[in-house]
């Protein structure tokens, strides 16, 4: 009776395991281990989905080589996931291949879910600049001054935060301005500056004070008396500075500069002279050795001052007026216009030392009218002068023999920008087959381009274009009245073919050696009797297909008569 095994029992399965114990032995160590993962990570798996109260009993270690596994009775209502049965499939009848593969799937869906998620964010919140590859060139942003990106709020607030940060107040504009000229800055001159910002006395020096009022209310006018009177004003800044403890010269007095080059920009925009000689002078701080002491670094830089306006200006305004003499003649009749300290000195000095006997008609123009002290100068030293506007230079041009203007700076591109109208004189000279002379120091010289007078100018106070006539101003409440903008610009530009020579301190060169001249002051190249010339072996072609310049040879001068 013992011997006899019910159907299904476990007599009958005894002998089921055989197979399997057979080839469990053949099993290595390797794949034992492999088995044993799998099972903890399918009991894991069935936890996480059946729950705490549906898990599965603990299964022991896998049978050592010749003890068979007792199968489960078929009857039984728990199920073993102790792994494959038979060496072949689990109980779920799924293979090892069809689980990785289920894995996997799962595995792809979630990380899909957080990809998703993570654009989602992404979209809501700001964008993130994007990383550069290090093959890809990074983007070259051309970086514009904040004086010509007025219509640009974030520009705006950029500058009101530079200058917040120096302690200087910004300036408000006046007025509404032509759409054209809608990025640069108008400043009203019949309101005192004193009115319209707060001054800190704590930060900005009274001397830099003074002089800003006075730029503002136009008192010192024209480049050479701005780029003077800023050099002087600095002088005294650095007579008065002191160094703090635990720090160096060289470095505090360049910070210590910048509030008051701010306020200045504020008062008027700098000159093209102003800006090159604020260069020279951070230049020459920066490069002051440490061993020297404090007075000794002071004197040094004073010193320094006194040259660069002796070398720069003084002496080459007699340089400029000597190359003159040479194209000025007898009976000569010179047209200029405006008011040019440059072009004054060499009339003077060739009537006064060389005893030339020539006229000169003065051209004038609305609103500045400058040319009237041009005329006084000129009438004080005994010249034969005729004056007239500018818009009856057509009628006077046909007994002109050459035309003399100065130059507020001289661009890269051969352009001379100058006050307002000297673009025009030189067209209706050109037709008239006029020369046209620019006398202009090397130290205007700029490296920017500029091919037209509306990206990078000056506007000047609308309020000085009414004009009272019998007690009544015609143009009196333009401001209310939006359909009316009033346009008082500075300066203008004139392309290099209405040029016929400039005048410089380094000789008489065409227009279109600026860049060279440019290029030779940057290399620090050698002067040889007045004349920029190049080193053997550092030729460098002009920007006209005209000329050439070649080592040992002075710039080409084009012929004036």
Known sequence: MAERAAPGGAGSEAAAPVPAAAQVTELSREEKLQLRKEKKQQKKKKRSEKGPAAEPPEQGAAPEPGQPRVAPHPSSSTTLADGPNDGEKPTGGKSKAELRAERRAKQEAERA??????AELGQAATPAKPR?????????????????????PAALRKLAKKLERQQVPLRQDYGTKVNLFSHLHQYSRKKPLTQQMSIPSTVIHPAVVRLGLQYSQGIINGSNARCIALLEVFKQLIRDYSTPPNEELSRDLVAKLKPHISFLNQCRPLSVSMGNAIKFL??????????????????KLQSTIDNYLREKIVLAAE??????????????????????SLVNRTLCDAHMQKGRAFRVIVVDSRPRLEGRETLRRLVRKGIHCTYVMINAISYVLPEVSKVLLGAHALLANGSV??????????????????????CCETYKFCERVQTDSFVSNELDDPDDLIVLRKGQAQLG????????????????VTPPDLVDLVITDLGMIPCTSVPVVLRVKNARLGTVLGHAVLLPGSALPLSSSRTRLRPGRAFPVPVVR
């Not at 879910?113 to 993570?118: S, T």
């Not at 020459?284 to 004197?299: G, H, V």
């Not at 920008?417 to 620019?438: E, H």
């Open 132 to 152: 550069l590859t290090p093959t890809e060139p990074p983007t070259v942003v051309k970086r514009l001054p904040e004086h010509v990106q007025v219509d640009d």
């Open 319 to 340: 340089a400029i007026s000597k190359s003159a003499f040479e194209k000025i003649n007898d009976h000569d009749v010179i047209l200029v216009y405006g008011c040019s």
């Open 113 to 118: 879910q957080k990809q998703a998620k993570k």
């Open 282 to 299: 951070k230049k020459e701080i920066s490069c002051l050795p440490d061993t020297l002491r404090e007075e000794e670094a002071k004197e």
């Open 477 to 492: 409440g333009w401001s209310e009245n939006k359909s009316l903008r009033l346009l008082n610009l500075v300066y203008d």
């Open 417 to 438: 920008m100058s006050r307002v109208g000297t673009s025009q004189i030189a067209l209706v000279s050109k037709a008239y087959n006029v020369p046209v002379l620019v």
